[in-house]
Each structure stands twice: as C-alpha cells, then as structure tokens.
C-alpha cells in the first residue's frame, strides 16, 4: 500500500447521471483538482458519463467549464427528417424510433470534443499499470442499460456481449449509449455481428444512475486511494421520490400530457436507482451536490442558472474535502466482505421480466 501523502492526490471518481444537472459535477471536479486530486480511473452513467469521458481524456476543469458555458443544450434536441414532415407529431417518431430526438447530435458533438484529444476508442483510454484486471484496464468505465437481455453492461468490459472488442468499442458511441434517456432521445440499435441479434440498449441510470461501488476492492482488500463519488441532489432529499411525479389528474390530456407523464417517469425510475445503497453504505464518500430544482431535460437553461450550479458543485466539494479522512473512512466502511451492487440490479432486472 502507499503511504498515506502519496495516496491522497490520487483517486477514482464516478459521477451521477443527470441530463442538464451534470453541470453541478464540473464544478465539483474543479475543486478536487485544485486542492491536488488527480483522477485515476473515471466511470459515470448519462450526463455522467459525458463529465467522466472528458475528465478520462484529459480535459482540466477549466477546460470543463468552458465547454459546459458554451454549450448549447437546446442543439441536443435533433429531429430525423420525418419529423420534421408537416402534420407529423412526436408520437409518430416515438412509435417509429422510440424516442423524440435522434441524438446524433450529441455523439457527433462529444466525439468531436474526444478526438480533440486523441480519444476516439477505449484503445486509446486502456492502461497496464493494474494488470488485467477489469476494473482498470480502462481509465473510463460508461454505464448503460441492455433492454433486450436485461443486463447492466460496464463499458467496455461487457462489450464483448455486443459483439465487440472491448478496444475497439468507439468511446462516443458507448456515452451515446449511456445518455438515451428513455422516451425523449431514441435509444441505440446495436447489431451484435456474432449472434446475430440486436441489443436494444438505453440510459445507464434505469439499471444504476451512480454505480460508486464499480471500483471497490475484492473481499478484505484495502485501497490504496478513495474512490469519490459525485452525487446530485434535489433540493429537498427527503421528499419521497415517488412524489415527484406530477399528478395524472393534473397532467394535460392527449398525447402531449401522455409523453410528460412518461418522461417524469423515466426520470423518476433514474433517481430512485441507488438511493437506498447511498443511505446505507456509501455517503462517507460521496460528494452531494444539490441542484437547484434544475430539472433533467432543462435543455432552454440559462446561464444564471448554470453559474448557479456549477457554484452548487463547488460549495459541495469544498465542504466535503474539508473534513474527509481516508484513513477513518477506511477503519469504518472498508472491512467487510465486497459488495456486489452490480450483481443486485441486474438480478432485479431480470427477476421483473421472468415468466
């Protein structure tokens, strides 16, 4: 093991998914870095992984900030062509392509901002400084949900179950992935080449929106460095997650009040992913940064509000780091047996659809 000053500049990170609410991470990431935190290994789900791709590629967190201000979260919102025919309503692309907005936009948009940095495969993110082990054969891990075989899949570990050499695997494309927010961006069709069959796969977060637990030590093991874990928060954490589904009474008729009683769902289902195992085990570690009542698909945002989240993200990582202790952290959390929060959801899962 290191000594404990070597081991404090170092340490992993895994950031919460949360549509526009990411913005709240960078500026919790820029507070670890300027108190002299470097990130080994990254892993994120949604806007999560957009924050942990970037931080893995080697972006600073003024460059993070530069590009989360410049960035203009409406162009998110890209039709096909056949959406925009006259007389052609949302529920026909929802029907057709089973989301409202195509998301190319945004892979072509991230990919762009990775292979600035001479990012374009998980070949270019692969390390051997642990071996090969699976937890860190790549510097970024990218969560996201396999519909069709009802699984959790880490990229790009799991890729080989789509049929793909983990190396191989286009890093935008499994962040794509990760961000298809059920109903509103169409979720990705992969055609696994080997079996011949086609993966429906959707946001990370309906199977686990925070998976802090991705880099943990086998058994009794003890890390050489914290894994910390980037958490969004509403403004109220107490109220009952449930409860912020708009009423059905209240939801406006037809298919317009359908597809926001949906949406609120799928967000809902994210958030709920993971809130107990916080509670219970794993808040010692984790930075909680409250959003503001800044909503997951805010995309029209404006830039008080951005400011005011990345301020929130800030604020949180600073108090956080003022009274961190890895060494107690370690005496009280790290004794026990693994934990296997992957294993629990995927079973969940595939308990819910068994005949």
Not at 18 to 24: A, L, P, Q, S, Y
Request: hydrophobic share 40%; net charge negative; glycine share 10%.
């Amino acid at each position: 093991m290191s000594s404990n000053g070597q081991r404090a500049k170092k340490c992993d990170l895994v950031c919460e998914g949360g549509g526009v609410k990411g913005i709240g991470l960078a500026g919790a990431y820029s507070v670890l870095e300027e108190q002299g935190y470097v990130a080994q290994n990254v892993a994120g789900t949604s806007a999560g992984a957009i924050t942990a791709a970037l931080i893995a590629a080697g972006y600073t967190a003024a460059e993070l900030r530069e590009i989360v201000f410049g960035m203009d979260f409406a162009a998110f919102r890209d039709r096909g062509w056949e959406d925009r025919i006259p007389f052609v309503r949302r529920s026909v692309s929802i029907l057709k392509d089973l989301g409202i907005y195509e998301g190319t936009f945004f892979e072509e948009w991230i990919g762009k901002l990775l292979a600035d940095k001479g990012i374009r495969t998980f070949a270019d993110l692969t390390t051997d400084e642990f071996g090969d082990d699976p937890r860190y054969s790549s510097k970024l891990q990218v969560i996201a949900s396999d519909v069709t075989t009802h699984r959790l899949l880490v990229l790009p570990r799991d890729a080989a179950q789509l049929g793909v050499d983990p190396g191989e695997l286009s890093v935008a494309r499994a962040v794509r992935m990760s961000m298809s927010i059920p109903i509103f961006f169409e979720p990705v069709c992969h055609r696994n080449e080997q079996t011949n069959r086609t993966h429906l796969i959707v946001d990370g977060g309906m199977l686990s929106n925070f998976p802090v637990w991705l880099f943990d030590c086998k058994g009794d093991q003890v890390p050489d460095w914290p894994t910390f874990g980037l958490l969004l928060v509403e403004p109220n954490p107490k109220t009952q997650i449930g409860e912020r589904l708009p009423e059905p009474e209240k939801v406006p008729r037809g298919i317009g009040g359908l597809l926001k009683y949906m949406r609120a769902m799928a967000s809902t289902m994210m958030e709920a992913h993971d809130r107990m195992y916080v509670e219970t085990a794993e808040f010692a570690r984790t930075i909680p940064v409250p959003t503001l009542g800044i909503g997951t698909t805010e995309f029209e945002i404006t830039e008080a509000r951005k400011e005011a989240l990345y301020q929130s993200g800030r604020e949180s990582a600073a108090d956080f780091l003022e009274s961190w202790d890895f060494d107690a952290y370690i005496a009280e959390f790290r004794k026990g047996g693994e934990k296997r929060r992957r294993d629990t959801v995927t079973e969940q899962m595939q308990g819910a659809v068994a005949p």
